[in-house]
């Protein structure tokens, strides 16, 4: 079974660090980006960015960019996204999500909608 | 950048009635990569449609997809107690990402 399987709740204060992950297994780790979404309390997803565990090629979306890292441990199938100082406003859960693939008409592979999505993390940051 | 835009906010129907949920893009986008998600309280959300119209793997065809250009469309024929949750439109770009819209509250009547 596919299954991606996120690190439990986390509770910090503003200025501490963090790393949370997402392992997944039943399939090739290296082959299939990981996408991560942010969801505030009581509000909707919202992308954060994709990284290819196979060779860490990263993409943000602009509005977190400089503000979260993605990285990936290939030996252990498993990504991971941290932040070097959280604020009360990173309060949220956070899922990782990996998109479907299909091949065009070319016969390259290209990606689309999130298939497969972990359970979520809870991040509470309060002083 | 894209902005999806759903309607209605929140949509109040009883089991057994017939939902059509809206998604408006902001510019015109490929129906290759419009998918629409469902999320019930607690969980994490589901793909129950993708390139506009295709479902998902283990998706009843009570749902179904439409749409192309700007405007997209989520339809469930027949409601049932499971459905009422909340739903969201998203779209892949290859040179921006990810977008979703702000999602549509299913509520029972």
């Known amino acids: 079974e596919v299954q991606l399987v996120q690190s439990g709740a986390e509770v910090k204060k503003p200025g501490e660090s963090l790393k949370i992950s997402c392992q997944g297994s039943?399939?090739?780790?290296?082959?299939?980006?990981i996408g991560w979404v942010r969801q505030m309390p009581g509000k909707g997803l919202e992308w954060m960015g994709i990284?290819?565990?196979?060779?860490?090629?990263?993409y943000y979306s602009p509005s977190f960019q400089g503000q979260v890292t993605m990285s990936a441990d290939k030996s252990i199938s498993t990504a991971y996204l941290q932040w070097s100082s959280l604020k009360a406003s990173d309060t949220a859960m956070y899922y990782c999500a990996r998109p479907r693939y299909y091949y065009d008409t070319n016969g390259y592979r290209k990606i689309d909608a999130f298939d497969i999505w972990g359970q979520g993390t809870v991040v509470t940051v309060s002083s | 950048e894209i902005v999806l835009t759903q309607s209605p906010g929140t949509l109040s129907l009883s089991p057994g009635e017939r939902a059509t949920l809206s998604c408006r893009a902001s510019?015109?986008?490929?129906?290759?990569?419009l998918g629409w998600y469902r999320q019930k309280p607690g969980q994490a959300p589901r793909l129950l449609i993708y390139?506009?119209?295709s479902r998902a793997t283990g998706i009843p065809d009570r749902f179904s997809g439409s749409g192309s250009g700007t405007q997209f469309t989520l339809t469930i024929s027949r409601l049932e107690p499971e459905d009422f949750a909340v739903y969201y439109c998203q779209h892949y770009d290859t040179s921006t990402g990810y977008t979703f819209g702000q999602g549509t509250k299913l509520e029972i009547k």
């Open positions: 039943g399939y090739n780790f290296l082959n299939y980006w």
């Open positions: 390139g506009a119209s």
């Open positions: 510019q015109s986008v490929s129906r290759d990569y």
């Open positions: 990284i290819y565990p196979g060779d860490s090629d990263t």
